[in-house]
């Protein structure tokens, strides 16, 4: 029974520590780019974006498709260093595990 406790109490700090790592990340950013800077993306650890940056060199009116392009790239760019980042900070919960929902 004496085991089963201690683990009990290892869950609990386990399920703290995370809950402040998951706090951290919110705090943490990454900056993505395309068409060689013309486009940035921001985005916090929680997958949110904060901020997109356009050059006007990359604004023509006849070519919307490729700015539009351009912003999806980044984006997307952003987002998986995002996902890097929370892998990076959260994996020494899991060890490697590829544990569903956890975060």
Do not use: C, H
């Amino acid at each position: 029974m004496k085991n089963m406790g201690q683990m009990m109490k290892q869950m609990q700090k386990m399920q703290k520590d995370m809950a402040k790592a998951q706090e951290a990340l919110k705090e943490k950013t990454v900056e993505a780019t395309a068409g060689g800077g013309v486009v940035t993306v921001v985005a916090s650890g929680d997958k949110r974006i904060l901020d997109v940056k356009i050059s006007e060199e990359v604004v023509d009116p006849d070519d919307v498709e490729m700015l539009q392009d351009l912003i999806l790239a980044a984006t997307n760019d952003a987002l998986a260093k995002v996902d890097a980042l929370v892998e990076q900070d959260m994996g020494k919960f899991t060890k490697g595990m590829n544990i569903p929902g956890l975060f």
